[in-house]
């Protein structure tokens, strides 16, 4: 299927590694021109060396609003304007509802609610003045079914839904599509360290997942490059399941 997003400038957050990997790495095999960022520099450079196709590595920190706020017009210098911006943010420290620290509280509120909504803020202009834009956001399954001992995540993602769900009704006259993938247990280092080890991880997943094992970032990544496609123009304002069945609810 043609998505035709070939030389379309792409951002995706959290890049690095893991699921933000696989995206980067599904974007730029349709041709994208891929803008990678992260807190860890040397990581991104490796990522930027391995994955096949146009990607370009800049630093970022969700946890410095003021600096995020200028990494899409660093961006647009080097490689162009940002017509695809995936907002992918690190998970919160696990705690119950009562256990984490009010800091925690406000640092969880930061990435994964107003970071997203700092590099919005930057690119949503250039998007209406295009007529045409893909925001995706990178959730969880947390916000159908709460996740125990991970309150934080459970209640920002949430917020952060329905930010997006929001802004999906006021770009949409724009051209411009923002959805969320709901996010269930894929192999990565982020599940390795709340379940202990990929192993017990896995485990897990073939015992609670229907599909009776963990995702694949690039299984995650091929759906997002659909959802930044032409094919997807009808598309916007979906809380979008992928987590092989984990979520029982309707």
Same mark, same amino acid.
């Given at each position: #299927?043609?998505?035709?997003?070939?030389?379309?400038?792409?951002?995706?957050?959290?890049?690095?590694?893991?699921?933000?990997?696989?995206?980067?790495?599904?974007?730029?095999?349709?041709?994208?021109?891929?803008?990678?960022?992260?807190?860890?520099?040397?990581?991104?450079?490796?990522?930027?060396?391995?994955?096949?196709?146009?990607?370009?590595?800049?630093?970022?920190?969700?946890? /410095?609003?003021?600096?995020?706020?200028?990494?899409?017009?660093?961006?647009?210098?080097?490689?162009?304007?940002?017509?695809?911006?995936?907002?992918?943010?690190?998970?919160?420290?696990?705690?119950?509802?009562?256990?984490?620290?009010?800091?925690?509280?406000?640092?969880?509120?930061?990435?994964?609610?107003?970071?997203?909504?700092?590099?919005?803020?930057?690119?949503?202009?250039?998007?209406?003045?295009?007529?045409?834009?893909?925001? @995706? /956001? @990178?959730?969880?399954?947390?916000?159908?079914?709460?996740?125990?001992?991970?309150?934080?995540?459970? @209640?920002?993602?949430?917020?952060?839904?329905?930010? %997006?769900?929001?802004?999906?009704?006021?770009?949409?006259?724009?051209?411009?599509?923002?959805?969320?993938?709901?996010?269930? #247990? %894929?192999?990565?280092?982020?599940?390795?360290?709340?379940?202990?080890?990929?192993?017990?991880?896995?485990?897990?997943?073939?015992?609670?997942?229907?599909?009776?094992?963990?995702?694949?970032?690039?299984? %995650?990544?091929?759906? @997002?490059? %659909?959802?930044?496609?032409?094919?997807?123009?009808?598309?916007?304002?979906?809380?979008?399941?992928?987590?092989?069945? #984990?979520?029982?609810?309707?």
């Amino acid at each position: #299927m043609e998505l035709g997003i070939k030389g379309r400038t792409a951002l995706v957050l959290g890049a690095s590694r893991g699921i933000g990997r696989g995206i980067a790495a599904s974007l730029a095999g349709e041709g994208a021109r891929v803008a990678i960022a992260s807190r860890t520099p040397e990581d991104l450079v490796k990522t930027a060396a391995e994955i096949e196709g146009d990607v370009t590595p800049f630093g970022a920190e969700t946890g /410095n609003l003021e600096h995020l706020a200028e990494v899409p017009a660093e961006v647009k210098k080097q490689i162009g304007p940002i017509e695809i911006l995936v907002t992918n943010t690190g998970g919160p420290p696990p705690g119950g509802a009562l256990d984490n620290d009010l800091e925690e509280w406000q640092a969880a509120y930061t990435s994964l609610v107003l970071a997203p909504r700092v590099l919005i803020k930057a690119v949503a202009p250039g998007m209406r003045d295009r007529s045409w834009g893909r925001i @995706v /956001n @990178v959730g969880s399954s947390s916000t159908r079914q709460p996740i125990p001992e991970l309150n934080l995540s459970n @209640v920002h993602r949430a917020a952060a839904v329905a930010f %997006f769900k929001t802004l999906s009704s006021e770009l949409a006259p724009h051209g411009i599509t923002v959805n969320t993938v709901a996010t269930g #247990m %894929f192999a990565t280092e982020r599940l390795a360290d709340v379940r202990g080890s990929l192993d017990a991880a896995h485990e897990v997943a073939r015992q609670s997942v229907p599909a009776r094992r963990l995702g694949d970032p690039a299984e %995650f990544g091929d759906l @997002v490059a %659909f959802l930044c496609s032409e094919r997807a123009a009808y598309l916007t304002g979906a809380v979008i399941p992928l987590d092989g069945g #984990m979520v029982r609810a309707l």
